[in-house]
């Protein structure tokens, strides 16, 4: 749905798209039922700019939508074979750099990681994976996290960091990068992380997970298993 506040218009794959003052091109697409690839955006913690899956074409350069503030004029591409061979190229790499073994990981079919892989087309990563083996922690008493399928997509601090509890923390540099737990010990469990804050159920892929729920829906009737992304409402997509 268009913001009611918008006023200016740019061009979007041809069309003429509205905006509101401070949009960026991202969030006018989706607020005009556009939708552009993303992982790192989340309609409840704004910009991050990580994961780079929501590139498009503006002006003839290459540019993350989340952080392209929305101008009058503006003339963006966001489908086209270019674009699509980027964000599978994007795709790739993030899969190489993790430990992603769909088959057997619980959010198998409710993984937006995996949905957009499925979307582009993705059936192998070429690049030689990385097979990080750091350690899963358990200690919480109602979940329990796994860095090594994390992405990085800080949606997990952020929302943490706006509960007020800073629970979680992404730490070290480059390929040594990763998902913490804040507290003392380093322990999940030692934070003040609950299973009903919003930060224990934004991670789109199977970073962090309920304990004793695993598999409780069924392959083939979970979220992405018959539809894209794309073909959902921002509640479905982001619940």
Same mark, same amino acid.
């Given at each position: 749905?268009?913001?009611?506040?918008?006023?200016?218009?740019?061009?979007?794959?041809?069309?003429?798209?509205?905006?509101?003052?401070?949009?960026?091109?991202?969030?006018?697409?989706?607020?005009?039922?556009?939708?552009?690839?993303?992982?790192?955006?989340?309609?409840?913690?704004?910009?991050?700019?990580?994961?780079?899956?929501?590139?498009?074409?503006?002006?003839?350069?290459?540019?993350?939508?989340?952080?392209?503030?929305?101008?009058?004029?503006?003339?963006?591409?966001?489908?086209?074979?270019?674009?699509?061979?980027?964000?599978?190229?994007?795709?790739?790499?993030?899969?190489?750099?993790?430990?992603?073994?769909?088959?057997?990981?619980?959010?198998?079919?409710?993984?937006?990681?995996?949905?957009?892989?499925?979307?582009?087309?993705?059936?192998?990563?070429? +690049?030689?994976?990385?097979?990080?083996? !750091? %350690?899963? #922690?358990?200690?919480? /008493?109602?979940?329990?996290? =796994?860095?090594? @399928?994390?992405?990085?997509?800080?949606?997990?601090?952020?929302?943490?960091?706006?509960?007020?509890?800073?629970?979680?923390?992404?730490?070290?540099?480059?390929?040594?990068?990763?998902?913490?737990?804040?507290?003392?010990?380093?322990?999940?469990?030692?934070?003040?992380?609950?299973?009903?804050?919003?930060?224990?159920?934004?991670?789109?892929?199977?970073?962090?997970?309920?304990?004793?729920?695993? +598999?409780?829906?069924?392959?083939?009737? !979970? %979220?992405? #298993?018959?539809?894209? /992304?794309?073909?959902?409402? =921002?509640?479905? @997509?982001?619940?």
């Amino acid at each position: 749905m268009t913001s009611p506040f918008a006023s200016e218009t740019f061009t979007l794959d041809g069309k003429p798209t509205p905006f509101a003052p401070g949009q960026t091109v991202l969030e006018a697409a989706l607020a005009a039922g556009h939708y552009i690839p993303h992982l790192c955006w989340h309609p409840e913690m704004g910009n991050h700019g990580s994961c780079r899956l929501c590139v498009v074409e503006a002006n003839g350069r290459i540019h993350a939508s989340c952080a392209l503030p929305a101008q009058p004029g503006l003339q963006v591409v966001s489908k086209s074979e270019t674009l699509t061979r980027v964000r599978r190229t994007l795709l790739e790499m993030l899969f190489a750099e993790g430990n992603h073994f769909c088959p057997g990981c619980e959010k198998s079919g409710d993984c937006l990681l995996q949905a957009l892989a499925y979307a582009h087309g993705m059936t192998a990563s070429h +690049f030689d994976p990385f097979y990080p083996q !750091r %350690r899963i #922690d358990a200690s919480h /008493p109602d979940l329990w996290l =796994d860095p090594n @399928r994390c992405i990085l997509c800080g949606l997990c601090v952020r929302a943490s960091l706006a509960e007020g509890k800073e629970a979680l923390v992404i730490g070290g540099r480059g390929i040594a990068s990763r998902l913490l737990a804040t507290s003392p010990s380093g322990l999940l469990g030692d934070t003040a992380l609950a299973a009903t804050d919003r930060a224990a159920r934004i991670c789109p892929v199977g970073a962090l997970n309920f304990k004793e729920v695993g +598999f409780a829906s069924p392959i083939g009737k !979970r %979220r992405f #298993d018959h539809r894209p /992304p794309e073909a959902m409402s =921002d509640k479905e @997509r982001y619940t």
